[in-house]
């Protein structure tokens, strides 16, 4: 079951820094481009960010580029998407998922069977 899990949300001040993680307990996540994804109250799923198999090229939603990233760790089986200077509008659930992609390219575009977990919150308050 191709299920991934996300974690390391929580409550954070604008300028700052936070952390997720997605990870895979049934399957090798080197076999997938994997993309990070977002949902705000009352407002349509946003795709935030995806990387390639190897980790290299990754891609950015525009609302997020120059200051979100996102990495691998094979080893690990962990994705991450690091979240830097962080604004009020980055609230939001955050889900990581299947993407279309290969070892060196990726799509912030969901694969059609990407299945979705439970994501983890992510709330920026002053």
């Known amino acids: 079951q191709w299920q991934l899990v996300e974690s390391g949300g929580g409550l954070v001040q604008p300028g700052e820094s936070l952390t997720l993680s997605c990870s895979a307990s049934?399957?090798?996540?080197?076999?997938?481009?994997v993309g990070w994804f977002r949902q705000a109250p009352g407002k349509e799923r946003e795709g935030v960010s995806c990387?390639?198999?190897?980790?290299?090229?990754?891609r950015y939603g525009d609302s997020v580029k120059g200051r979100f990233t996102t990495s691998r760790d094979n080893a690990k089986n962990l994705v991450y998407l690091h979240m830097n200077n962080v604004e009020l509008d980055d609230t939001a659930v955050y889900y990581c998922?299947?993407?279309?992609?290969?070892?060196?390219?990726?799509?912030?575009?969901?694969?059609?069977?990407?299945?979705w977990g439970q994501g983890t919150q992510v709330t920026v308050t002053s």
């Open positions: 998922a299947r993407v279309f992609g290969g070892p060196l390219w990726c799509q912030i575009t969901p694969q059609t069977r990407a299945t």
């Open positions: 049934e399957f090798v996540l080197e076999t997938t481009a």
């Open positions: 990387i390639s198999r190897s980790g290299e090229n990754p």
